[in-house]
């Protein structure tokens, strides 16, 4: 069959690299559209390098705007790419503006939308993922959920009949890279830093956190006041708002350095003595690496990590404080996101559930 995944944003390359070997693997024909709604090369080149993505079959160049103006130029864009490819799916990924409209442009064309990474929530209807991802649940035919948890969420709405447990394909591309980086030994990036006593690595980039400068100035001033230094890998979006509102982002503890490519990214994980992250992979990745992650949100969809004991919700200066040099938690070998073969899953259930209708 023919299969469309619509992608736009980083976290979203990196579930597109095992969809794309599995769909292929299993001898369907896979298109890639890539909206644009992350151009810079650190955001989107270099994860179809390094994860060996093929390259978009269209690309809408969107760039960035408003929610309504980015989701819109989505929309507008999609019914000519969908009519020209005629796919029997549309894959869309997570819960960014590319999903929704992704989603949306293909069910107003009756094109069959199956969602990965379904039934995640936060219930926070102020974080604009909240609204993406249930609004897009709700207009797939096909809802691939990562976790239990999710299955259990997409019940609540309704939804069980089009809801399947596939595992979360993040574990898929984890475990690849986490094996490639150990045995080719890449290179720890921040291993530069003079950090006797180990660092933290810090991603904050979400608007709840960036966008209101009271809100930053905390976030920046808890950091920056760590036990150890803090290698932050700045989004544009943070370094952005912290320039907008006059906040250093080289105070203390803090040091700036630029996001990184996949690979890249596990290894200085890896080095870490804790992640300090808004990021919802990032959390998972941690996790899955075994390194003690702290996140600066109220809520996350990733409770498992919680319950585990290997992620804390932190917000204000003493609660990052006190999270940071919390004792190391308990060792695991629970598995809630999976085994490493999810991708080949969800192919699996879009074939079989999808594919068979005439
Ligand atoms: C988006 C997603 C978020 C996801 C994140 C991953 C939505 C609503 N949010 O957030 O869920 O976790 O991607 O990184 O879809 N910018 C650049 N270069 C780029 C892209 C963005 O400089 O290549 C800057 C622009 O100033 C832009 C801002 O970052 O306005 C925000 O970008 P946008 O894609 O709207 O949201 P993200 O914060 O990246």
């Known amino acids: 069959m023919k299969i469309m995944s619509v992608v736009g944003a980083r976290p979203q390359f990196v579930k597109l690299a095992p969809i794309a070997a599995a ?36 690309h809408l160049g969107v760039g960035s705007g408003s929610h309504g103006v980015q989701t819109g130029a989505i929309l507008a864009q999609m019914d000519e790419v969908l009519e020209r490819f005629t796919p029997d799916c549309v894959l869309v990924y997570g819960d960014t503006n590319s999903t929704l409209a992704a989603a949306v442009s293909a069910v107003k064309l009756h094109y069959p939308v199956a969602h990965l990474e379904a039934g995640l929530r936060s219930f926070n209807r102020a974080m604009p993922e909240e609204h993406n991802r249930v609004l897009t649940d709700h207009a797939a035919d096909l809802c ?64 709840e956190n ?18 150890r230094p803090v290698v932050l890998l700045a989004h544009p979006r943070v370094r952005a708002k912290a320039e907008e509102h006059g906040i250093s982002l080289t105070t203390g503890s803090l040091i700036v350095r630029d996001p990184l490519a996949y690979p890249q990214l596990i290894a200085a994980a890896l080095g870490s003595s ?18 003690p992650c702290t996140t600066v949100r109220f809520q996350t969809e990733w409770v498992e990590t919680i319950e585990l004991g290997w992620n804390v919700l932190a917000n204000t200066t003493d609660e990052i404080t006190a999270a940071l040099t919390r004792p190391a938690p308990a060792a695991t070998d629970a598995a809630p996101y999976g085994d490493g073969f999810a991708a080949a899953r969800a192919i699996t259930e879009i074939a079989t559930r999808i594919g068979t209708r005439s």
Request: charge should be negative; avoid cysteine; glycine fraction near 8%.
């Open 23 to 58: 769909a292929t693997e299993a001898g369907h024909e896979h298109i890639i559209v890539h909206t644009g709604q992350h151009y810079d090369p650190m955001l989107s080149d270099v994860f179809f390098r390094d994860l060996g993505i093929p390259e978009p079959d269209a």
């Open 274 to 291: 804790g992640v300090v992250t808004d990021s919802g992979g990032l959390q998972k990745e941690a996790f899955l690496l075994r390194v």
């Open 210 to 227: 960036t966008d209101d400068p009271e809100r930053l100035r905390e976030v920046v001033a808890a950091l920056a006041a760590a036990d």
């Open 144 to 207: 691939l959920a990562p976790t239990e948890v999710a299955m259990g969420h997409l019940a609540n709405e309704g939804l069980a009949d089009t809801s399947v447990l596939v595992g979360d394909v993040m574990t898929d591309v984890l475990f690849q890279v986490r094996d490639a980086v150990q045995a080719d030994g890449t290179a720890n990036p921040v291993a530069d830093i003079d950090a006797p006593n180990g660092y933290y690595l810090a991603t904050i980039h979400r608007a």
